[in-house]
């Protein structure tokens, strides 16, 4: 029987979550994070509007880590963050080999703190 990845059973990724919740004193609010992780997953596809949201709602500086540590995550270096839209969204155009995708969106998140 094979293991289904759930958001749920990946300790590191929850820990985050709750960490960031307790931060922005919304830990009741942590479904929306939760959910929007779990949308993500399905969809292999990161929005500006996501990363917006985990830094306005959350205090996770994503883009922080993004731009840092964009040789891992994003596979060239990047100095600002308009430079992180051409990572973003959906696999068409010039850069859809270089989409920031759920893993690396989950390892960023999980530095950030």
């Known amino acids: 029987m094979e293991d289904k990845y759930k ?7 929850m820990e985050s979550i709750n960490h960031y919740a307790k931060i922005s004193n ?7 994070f939760i959910e929007m992780m779990k949308r993500i997953e399905a ?15 959350f205090n996770c500086p ?7 540590g964009s040789g891992c995550y994003l596979g060239e270096q990047i100095s600002q ?9 959906r696999r ?3 850069y859809k080999d270089y989409k920031l995708d759920f893993n690396r969106l989950r390892n960023a998140i999980n530095a950030t703190w």
């Open 62 to 68: 994503v883009r922080v880590q993004l731009v840092k």
């Open 26 to 32: 919304r830990e009741g609010y942590k479904y929306k």
């Open 92 to 94: 068409i155009g010039k």
């Open 81 to 89: 963050f308009s430079e992180i839209n051409r990572f973003l969204g």
């Open 43 to 57: 969809e292999d596809i990161v929005f500006l509007s996501d990363l917006k949201l985990l830094e306005k709602e």
């Open 7 to 13: 958001i749920e059973n990946d300790y590191p990724l």
